[in-house]
């Protein structure tokens, strides 16, 4: 079985009644996809993955993402610790997130702002040890800043989303109990740095996902002179899981079996009500 670990199946593109999504995901069932975890980035959506987790027999998390920080008000926090505290017995709630930190957009790194973002983070850690809940990272150039305030505040476990970060990185996240995502980027020949990483990190280290409908693979994705010209993007999905697993079980020579297995191994142990939602939903022996 593969787990999609990140996919944000309440996007608009999947339609205004998530019907895309129904079919994305019954695609991917197909294909051998257990299970997806559908992360909230804002106040508004909370409710939105909830629903849709139980809809589509998935997994959810709650938090709220640093690009949607400058829309954020303090009283979200409140109403995200009232949904975790409300919904604390859903076994399909796993994690806290998608939070953390965006030093890449250049309204986001202006000095209040990675300010503001920074406390929204810190504050969805205290809550995230308040529930006893791991957290579901954004990494992008902000790898050292997310690690010093984990240390600070340690959850325990979670995922590094997307990770592209260098060795000494990666080796700090695995130290506080984190596994790293890795997704379509892999499967550009470009990409020769996370390619390294995907194939040489521990394979204990890994999980993954896919992001969508973002980070498409090199299958879908057109360069901007393509798109000027009117050829459509395609619209990533949980159901292209397993081709990226198999783009990084080629370049670590293992089997598709054998990576499926041991990422799966690894979501539940970065998100360990995983574990449980999957043996209940496990046909009896």
């Known amino acids: 079985?593969?787990?999609?670990?990140?996919?944000h199946l309440d996007a608009p593109e999947f339609g205004p009644d998530h019907a895309l999504?129904?079919?994305?995901?019954?695609?991917?069932t197909a294909l051998g996809v257990g299970l997806c975890v559908i992360p909230a980035v804002?106040?508004?959506?909370?409710d939105t993955v909830r629903l849709l987790a139980h809809r589509l027999g998935d997994a959810y998390a709650l938090g709220i993402h640093p690009m949607c920080v400058p829309?954020?008000?303090?009283?979200?926090?409140?109403?995200?610790?009232?949904a975790l505290t409300e919904h604390r017995t859903d076994p399909r709630l796993v994690a806290l997130g998608e939070i953390g930190l965006d030093f890449f957009v250049p309204a986001l790194c202006?000095?209040?702002m990675r300010e503001r973002q920074t406390w929204f983070y810190r504050e969805q850690l205290k809550?995230?040890?308040k529930h006893r809940l791991p957290v579901i990272l954004h990494v992008r150039r902000s790898a050292d800043a997310l690690l010093k305030h984990l240390r600070d505040l340690p959850t325990g476990s979670g995922i590094a989303h997307a990770f592209n970060g260098s060795d000494q990185q990666?080796?700090?996240?695995l130290d506080l109990g984190f596994k790293l995502g890795f997704g379509g980027t892999v499967t550009f020949e470009a990409a020769q740095k996370i390619r390294r990483l995907a194939a040489s990190l521990p394979l204990s280290a890994l999980v993954l996902e896919t992001d969508a409908p973002d980070i498409p693979p090199q299958w879908l994705y057109t360069t901007a002179a393509e798109r000027s010209v009117g050829q459509v993007q395609g619209v990533n999905s949980p159901a292209e899981l397993p081709r990226i697993g198999q783009?990084?079980?080629?370049?670590?020579g293992l089997s598709t079996d054998v990576l499926a297995a041991a990422t799966s191994t690894n979501a539940c142990a970065a998100l360990p009500r995983l574990a449980k939602l999957i043996a209940s939903a496990a046909p009896a022996a």
């Open 1 to 7: 079985m593969w787990i999609d670990t990140h996919c």
């Open 21 to 28: 999504a129904e079919w994305a995901r019954s695609s991917a």
């Open 42 to 46: 804002m106040r508004a959506n909370f």
């Open 71 to 82: 829309q954020a008000v303090e009283a979200d926090l409140q109403v995200l610790d009232h």
């Open 110 to 112: 202006e000095p209040a």
């Open 127 to 129: 809550l995230a040890r």
């Open 170 to 173: 990666a080796q700090a996240f």
């Open 247 to 252: 783009v990084l079980a080629d370049l670590r």
